[in-house]
């Protein structure tokens, strides 16, 4: 994809995954601080694919945080969840940056930002200023960085996009430089039979192997090959730390080599929002649910459609007789590099009683040809083609539950996942249909944890989409959040105070809305999410003497609960 500056070309020897098609230009750094990283861009996680640089803030909010290039302020954003606060700059280049997690932004962006929100009455934005409102140049301060919306802890989520696809790119193509000679740590390797004929070692189960290193060689460890009949694939655990960083980054670029011909290969150079989900598919996604351990995969699935993947040729067919050598090449983007190698040994067709598949299974074709609507009494699913990212066979069943609006159904496992969403509707108990705007379905995990999906009545049915799959239910949710005061308490003073606190809390379909009061008359009521935290930073807006407070806070199902409370400045 890259053509990058001598530096780059020289990277592009060394790391020969590189697509060397598009110039980059050089950036400058958005924080005046050493960058050290806690995620590097393209890391493939359950659900997600990483789409920037996590830069580490010294274990601190309040970092001052740079435009990178000149531009002008496409787009600002304010979320409890995500990216939480987060700033988009475009810049003249074809590129767009974007800052995320951030504590604030900065003067006459700040102020801009809580006019709007005012206006609103909602602390949640999306807002596109016009161009000419915010213009900045390289190295102007815009924002401090912080631990906002789904953050885990303080550090800059730092993005490159191109402006008019949206799609993100990997930073370090302009020109961020960070010491690294640490190779890629492979943890282990995982081999597959296909289909009803393959074996390994006799059976056919995947098989998951331990490996021994010696400086970035790897092998497996206590033998140096497999047995194997059919058709197999493969998959690799490993991970990156760059330079003198413990975290457990995503490598660069994954190459497998069968008999020294490159047979599957994905980069992290590049990819489409619409894509993420497509990991779940590269992703051994059975193996992390049961062990929280992740494996790439080589065999690309049908309707799997993710870009970085360049290569999707991860399989071999192995007869009696066959030696395949097998070498997986793990780079990090600096060209450091660590490898395993191991051979298949074809062996005779081994004779294996294999499981039959039961009444209650439906076979699912992902082309939407076979069982993409499937009644079983009162519930039903219907899915797109694609929906799934291969044909699979999807175990069902239902039993009762005395706590429950309907049966309790289900339909696969979590160990199984979607690329889209899907229809699920559910028939109440006639018992229970006085109660219908205040039912909900919920989705039961394979832990019995309960979430809501929400639900809307059509046809007499509960009805929702979703993409998980394991066990569903209707309940019911007439229980009102909870609300309390955490820093003061009603006929406080609160002159020495920075903000009024609140922990609020709904067990069941969540928190939808919030709103606080000051003498009847609204004021912006800051919600941290992650930390069940709505907070009134104290300004102007309180005037001297006794204010009463109040706060609304509503659930997905309307159950609203307020708070009064009287307090003196």
């Known amino acids: 994809m890259k053509n990058r500056t001598f530096l780059f070309l020289l990277l592009a020897l060394s790391v020969l995954g590189l697509r060397a098609q598009e110039k980059f230009p050089q950036y400058g750094s958005p924080l005046d601080i050493p960058i050290y990283l806690s995620a590097t861009f393209g890391e493939i996680r359950p659900n997600h694919i990483h789409a920037g640089l996590d830069i580490k803030t010294q274990g601190a909010e309040g970092k001052k945080v740079y435009a990178v290039a000149d531009g002008y302020v496409s787009r600002i954003g304010v979320s409890p969840y995500g990216y939480g606060n987060v700033l988009y700059i475009t810049h003249y280049d074809g590129f767009t940056s974007v800052y995320a997690h951030l504590q604030r932004f900065s003067g006459e962006i700040a102020k801009y930002v809580k006019e709007f929100q005012y206006r609103q009455k909602k602390f949640p934005a999306q807002i596109y200023p016009d161009k000419d409102k915010f213009l900045v140049k390289k190295g102007d301060l815009i924002a401090y960085s912080g631990n906002s919306g789904g953050s885990g802890g303080p550090h800059l989520h730092f993005e490159i996009r191109h402006t008019v696809s949206e799609k993100p790119v990997n930073p370090m193509y302009f020109g961020y430089k960070i010491d690294d000679n640490v190779k890629p740590l492979i ?40 047995r194997a009949n059919g058709e197999i694939t493969f998959g690799i655990r490993t991970f990156d730390q760059v330079g003198t960083s413990t975290n457990k980054n ?101 004779v294996v009683e294999r499981p039959e598949h039961r009444r209650s299974e439906y076979f699912v074709k992902a082309d939407g040809t076979l069982n993409s609507h499937i009644e079983i009494d ?17 175990q069902t069943g239902q039993r009762d539950e005395k706590d429950c609006c309907s049966r309790i159904y289900r339909f696969g496992t979590d160990e199984l996942t979607t690329f889209k969403n899907y229809t699920i509707s559910i028939r109440p108990d006639e018992r229970w249909t006085g109660y219908s705007k205040k039912m909900y379905i919920a989705y039961i995990d394979g832990k019995g944890n309960l979430s809501s999906l929400g639900g809307k009545m059509k046809n007499g049915r509960l009805e929702t989409e979703t993409r998980n799959l394991g066990e569903f239910t209707i309940k019911i949710d007439s229980i009102a959040p909870k609300v309390n005061a955490s820093n003061f308490k009603d006929g406080q003073s609160v002159s020495k105070l920075k903000s009024l606190r609140f922990k609020i809390s709904d067990d069941m379909t969540g928190i939808e809305t919030y709103d606080i009061y000051l003498d009847d008359v609204w004021v912006l009521g800051k919600y941290d999410a992650k930390n069940a935290l709505l907070y009134y930073e104290i300004d102007e807006k309180m005037k001297k003497g006794t204010n009463k407070v109040k706060v609304v806070v509503t659930d997905g199902m309307g159950n609203s609960k307020t708070l009064n409370l009287t307090v003196v400045r």
Request: charged share 25%.
């Open 187 to 226: 943890q282990g390797v995982s081999v597959y039979p296909l289909g009803d004929a393959s074996t390994l070692e006799g059976g056919i189960k995947p098989m998951y192997f331990d490996v021994t290193n010696e400086n970035g060689r790897y092998s497996l460890k206590d033998r140096n090959f497999v």
């Open 250 to 350: 995503g490598p660069y670029l994954y190459e497998l080599f069968l008999d020294d011909v490159l047979a599957f290969q994905l980069e992290a150079d590049s990819f489409s929002y619409s894509e993420p989900r497509y990991v779940n598919s590269l992703l051994d996604y059975r193996r992390y649910k049961q062990k929280k351990a992740s494996y790439v995969r080589t065999e690309t699935d049908p309707f799997n459609k993710l870009q970085m993947i360049e290569k999707k040729n991860g399989t071999v067919f192995v007869e009696e007789g066959d030696t395949v050598n097998v070498r997986f090449k793990i780079s990090d983007f600096v060209g450091n590099v660590s490898q395993i190698s191991f051979k298949l040994v074809g062996v005779a067709p081994a």
């Open 378 to 394: 009162d519930f039903s699913v219907s899915m797109e083609r694609g929906t799934l990212f291969r044909d699979e066979w999807i």
